[in-house]
């Protein structure tokens, strides 16, 4: 088994449960702390985590509509680490885990979100040292001539360490085949990955099959990521799930005839761009152009004095403008 791991929704044989221990059986020797304190207490040092801790976390996760395999993994390495802390105390064996991931998914299903909440978790966990999350692309991993393309890599990561790095649309390093610079990035990735092992967290994000193909492509490279999530498009329902909060959140309403006008809007849209679709964005680029618009409407509605509470928090049907631009 290569250790590679998968976590799809709705396949049970596949859960992430049997993925940590796939995980811990191909266990590393334990982590020594190190002076730097970058990497301490990743196989647990001398405060044992609360599950308080956790709590914070579950908060902000449970706000994410749907994504229930992506939560369920959360609580699993969160108990794990817990419990690897518990097993050193009682100078039991607790390896070291590899915790590099590739989120597959088309955009805005969450992956950046994820990535950030995950960053936070491993911080409080004392897994990384800062928890920040530093977000790529690859032009900025990508040189202009040899030797640059290393060079630009060698300081991102540098930058990322006690954090995670992220690359967006990963898949695209290896675009250019063999003569490439994208392959210097991937090599160079390589070998920070060994050089500065847990001091950072490297994710890999991209649309599901441009990274499938990515990862075959390149064989080193799925064994060294035991951590796959699917990000799977938002069906209608979460779509307005997720709208709802994010007015909310603002302290906005949406009036039901315009929560009517959104999901007709979402299904048209859903079903005419497919791919191109960008989920919970396209969402959140209505909502914040529809709160522009009240705006606007209720300006030149009250030319004079105030509207009311609730005037000032509705969303009417006509502030939601759903073509495109
Ligand atoms: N499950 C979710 N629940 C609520 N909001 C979400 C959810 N998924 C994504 N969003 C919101 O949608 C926007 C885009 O998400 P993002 O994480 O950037 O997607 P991606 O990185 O996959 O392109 C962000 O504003 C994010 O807060
Ligand atoms: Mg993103």
Known sequence: MSGRVMARSGSSEERPSRQINVILRSAEPPVVSQ?????????????????????????EMNGLVGLEHV???????????????????AGLLSGAQVYHMVF??????????VARIVAKMFQKMGVLSKGHLIEVERADLVGEYIGHTAQKTRDLVKKALGGILFIDEAYSLARGGEKDFGKEAIDTLVKAMEDQKNQFILILAGYSEEMD????????????FPIQLDFPDYTIDQLIQIAEGMVKERDYILMPQAILKLQQHLLREKCES????????????????????????LLSQYTSGSPG?????????????LDKK
Do not use: C, W
């Not at 794990?80 to 518990?86: E, K, P, R, S, Y």
């Not at 597959?104 to 979100?113: D, F, H, Q, S």
């Not at 791919?275 to 396209?282: D, E, K, M, P």
């Open 35 to 59: 002076s730097s304190g970058e990497s301490e207490a990743a196989a647990g040092t001398k405060s044992l985590p609360h599950q308080g801790l956790f709590a914070d976390l579950q908060k």
């Open 309 to 321: 509470k609730l005037e000032l928090m509705t969303i009417r049907t006509e502030d939601l403008k």
């Open 213 to 224: 193909f990515f990862l075959a492509t390149n064989p080193g490279l799925p064994s060294r």
């Open 104 to 113: 597959k998914g088309n955009p805005g299903t969450g992956k950046t979100t």
């Open 71 to 89: 939560k369920e993994l959360m609580y699993e390495i969160f108990a794990l680490l817990q419990i690897a802390a518990m097993r050193s105390e």
């Open 274 to 297: 497919e791919h191109l679709f960008s989920n919970a964005r396209h969402v959140r680029n209505i909502i914040e152009r529809s709160i522009r618009q009240q705006a606007v409407r």
